[in-house]
């Protein structure tokens, strides 16, 4: 069993955060609603505050009776839409307005002339079925605004645009690559499937080249752009080779241009050096090339945490990655393994690789001690897996210990099996950070961080999150505490699958 982190809990919102005092109110017919979307409650109740010290009155919760709609949010279909589902008798009656309004309102002290550039206007020609995909609920622009299950109803484009991303990833086209996963994952969080392009009005992400794909499929079912990149030679060898342990895009290449089309022409090859991670990859492919139960996965955890708590009464292990999102499978199992003694995590995973290799399950690892030094973050520079300790390793797993047996290739009647598996061991205060990233989605965190960056002045990592404007680190001992920073709804980690 594992054992949860001992982390206090988040403080409950109070109800009521923003609630109007005694202050005077100077202009009665004018009534506020300022939307949180976008906004965020943190900044939201900022504004609220300082509006009614102005002596406006700002409503809680949108009502007919509100005169002034104010937004920051840009798309208007998607905000128009949002405000036909409130169920107010009228939606156009009160004025919808851009925040520029607000903030030059409050710049003056009193209400300003609405002119047209603080006018968000109803989008003409708006489809009945745009307006109807998703009753009362917008789409962000951000994916850490929006919940995406694992229950997804438009895969048969998002597959196709993880094929077109991943193609775009093999070129070193990072700008399309990251466009078509954009749009994968607002299709991804979408509560029905898309039937017409009509559907796709006001949905953001969604650029020229990625609704010619779904018209595509709309149309003919299926996309001759795709099918064009799945029977292309390079992509079929790159896509082989990557899914070697130890293989990246760059040697896949490489590999590729000197004429090697598969395994076997690899293995001929005299002038190839495999490095021991491509040699454990290749040895063991058949084994960590199938997919990983969650069965699995909680059998290594249990594995992980005994030799945890053979070493340390304060240990802390967490399943990470797709499992902790609610996957069902997953290609590797990830730990974050930590102790709440402060500076001994830094000897935790050592111990347990003993530990692992003295039980005769160790059959790779690839150990890289910490270079976390908190005094030169923020840094521009910043690794993909961060730099605590880590240790990417591939244990055998036995049978016996999996909760209705090992998930077994055809034919294969061993009592074990080759897994993957990365442990992480952040310092205690860290842990909040670390757990979020290794958590994922890699679209949820990638969309999270550039919502730090571009909408509050911060900087967030697997490390920690930084507030340019008051040019200090952020405390946070829960992920709720990072969401809290950031004026951000908490989303759980099952609704982040983007």
């Not at 009155?57 to 798309?75: A, G, K, N, R």
């Not at 049978?399 to 992480?424: C, I, K, N, Q, Y």
């Not at 950070?433 to 967030?460: H, N």
Request: hydrophobic residues 35%.
């Amino acid at each position: 069993m594992f054992r949860a982190p001992i982390v206090p809990r988040a403080r409950k919102r109070r109800v009521d955060d923003g609630a109007p005092g005694r202050e005077e109110v100077k202009f009665k017919d004018v009534r506020l609603y300022l939307v949180e979307r976008k906004m965020g409650h943190s900044r939201r109740r900022f504004l609220t505050q300082l509006a009614r010290s102005k002596g406006f009155i700002v409503d809680d919760h949108l009502s007919d009776d509100v005169t002034h709609v104010v937004s920051e949010e840009s798309h208007a279909s998607s905000l128009w839409s949002w405000l036909k589902g409130c169920n107010l008798k009228s939606p156009s009656v009160a004025q919808v307005l851009h925040i520029s309004w607000f903030t030059d309102s409050m710049r003056a002290g009193n209400p300003v002339a609405v002119e047209t550039r603080h006018l968000i206007q109803e989008p003409p020609g708006a489809t009945r079925e745009a307006t109807q995909l998703s009753p009362g609920v917008s789409v962000s622009e951000y994916a850490c605004q929006r919940q995406t299950s694992l229950e997804n109803k438009n895969d048969i484009f998002t597959d196709a645009f993880e094929v077109l991303a991943e193609s775009y990833e093999f070129n070193e086209m990072e700008g399309p690559c990251l466009a078509f996963r954009r749009a994968a994952s607002v299709l991804k969080s979408l509560p029905r499937a898309v039937r017409s392009m009509g559907a796709t009005e006001g949905l953001p992400c969604l650029g020229e080249h990625t609704k010619t794909v779904m018209q595509e499929i709309l149309q003919y079912g299926r996309s001759l752009k795709v099918e064009s990149v799945l029977t292309n030679e390079r992509y079929q060898t790159l896509k082989l080779f990557t899914s070697v342990f130890g293989v990246g895009p760059k040697t896949a290449d490489k590999w590729y241009r000197r004429g090697l089309r598969s395994f076997a022409d690899v293995h001929s090859e005299p002038t190839i050096q495999l490095n021991k991670m491509q040699q454990s990859g290749f040895l063991y492919y058949g084994d960590i090339s199938r997919a990983v139960s969650k069965a699995e996965a909680r059998a290594l955890g249990g594995v992980i945490d005994k030799a945890v708590r053979m070493i340390t009464s304060s240990g802390v292990v967490s399943l990470t990655g797709g499992f902790r999102r609610g996957k069902e499978f997953g290609h590797d199992v990830d730990f974050l393994v930590t102790t709440t003694e402060e500076g001994k995590e830094r000897s935790l995973i050592p111990e347990i690789i003993r530990r692992l290799d003295k039980q005769g399950i160790l059959l790779f690892c690839d150990y890289q001690e910490s270079t976390f030094d908190l005094s030169k973050l923020p840094c521009r520079r910043f690794e993909a897996m961060d730099f605590f300790a880590k240790c990417f390793l591939i244990l055998r797993l036995d049978g016996s210990l999996v909760d209705g047996g090992l998930h077994r290739a055809e034919g294969d009647d061993r009592g074990w099996r080759a897994v993957r598996v990365d442990l992480v061991s952040p310092p205690i205060d860290r842990y909040a950070f670390a757990l979020l990233g290794w958590t994922g989605s890699k679209q949820f965190l990638r969309d999270l961080r550039r919502f730090a960056r571009k909408e509050r002045r911060m900087l967030l990592d697997n490390h920690g999150l930084f507030d340019k404007t008051k040019i200090r680190f952020l405390a946070a001992t829960t992920e709720t505490d990072i969401f809290a920073h950031l004026g951000l709804e908490y989303i759980e980690p099952w609704h982040r699958n983007a």
